[in-house]
């Protein structure tokens, strides 16, 4: 298993670019999400998919978009990057086994900078 | 809403101290999940512990403890003999289903734990 994998590692854009996070598990999970890790804001969520088809809102989702037209996959999308979005993102996923919920796994992140 | 405290921004200790980590977390929910992560240097985040909110046993993995109170919302993390590879950022976390919550952890914003030789 290749458990939850990102692409890219580091990534640098200007403002105004758009782009697209990749976000990829092969451990059918039905849940995955979006955080975004800033200096002493600890992890924040942008977006979130309890399963195919199904994304909602998270703590923080102005100027990004997600879809999950897959179980495998939860790409994460820049409209029109800005400085403010300078951050390390991480994807995540999880399961439910015997109605208890159990940890997330984590990609190793995506180190992005908008100038 | 659900949301999870983590007072100490950072500690510093000399190694072999011991070292607790606080979590203070605030839910409606009857039934739910706390977290605890570890993130070192390289910057990959390391799952450490589950405890669900129906057993309050507290648990042992050598060197760590973990102390779940429901009386005070607390989930307090505790390394014995702190040694240098223990210097990382710490995240507690907390993850509800009820009240049409969607079990995606919210995490604190972590202590960062350094120990000097």
């Known amino acids: 298993n290749a458990g939850v994998t990102q692409t890219p590692k580091f990534q640098v854009l200007k403002t105004g670019q758009s782009m697209t996070l990749q976000c990829a598990q092969d451990m059918n999970h039905e849940y995955m999400s979006w955080y975004r890790q800033d200096p002493g804001m600890g992890l924040r969520l942008i977006h979130y998919?309890?399963?195919?088809?199904?994304?909602d809102q998270g703590e923080v989702p102005n100027g990004y978009n997600v879809s999950r037209s897959t179980t495998e996959d939860f790409p994460l999308r820049l409209l029109s990057a800005a400085p403010s979005q300078t951050s390390v993102y991480f994807c995540a996923s999880s399961t439910r086994l015997a109605g208890i919920y159990n940890e997330q796994f984590f990609g190793p992140g995506t180190r992005l900078t908008v100038l | 809403a659900q949301k999870v405290t983590q007072a100490q921004t950072e500690i510093s200790v000399v190694e072999k101290e011991d070292v607790t980590l606080d979590c203070v977390y605030e839910?409606?929910?009857?039934?739910?999940?706390l977290f605890w992560y570890k993130q070192p240097p390289s910057g990959e985040l390391v799952f450490l512990i589950r405890r669900n909110s129906f057993d309050e046993q507290n648990e042992i993995s050598g060197r760590y403890s973990w102390n779940f109170q429901k009386s005070t919302s607390s989930f307090n993390f505790t390394i014995t003999a702190s040694q240098v590879v223990d210097s990382a950022v710490y995240f507690c976390?907390?993850?509800?289903?009820?009240?049409?919550?969607?079990?995606?952890?919210?995490f604190g914003r972590g202590t960062s734990l350094i120990v000097h030789p």
């Open positions: 839910t409606r929910d009857t039934t739910y999940y």
């Open positions: 976390a907390l993850s509800e289903g009820g009240w049409g919550g969607s079990y995606i952890p919210t």
């Open positions: 998919s309890v399963g195919a088809g199904i994304t």
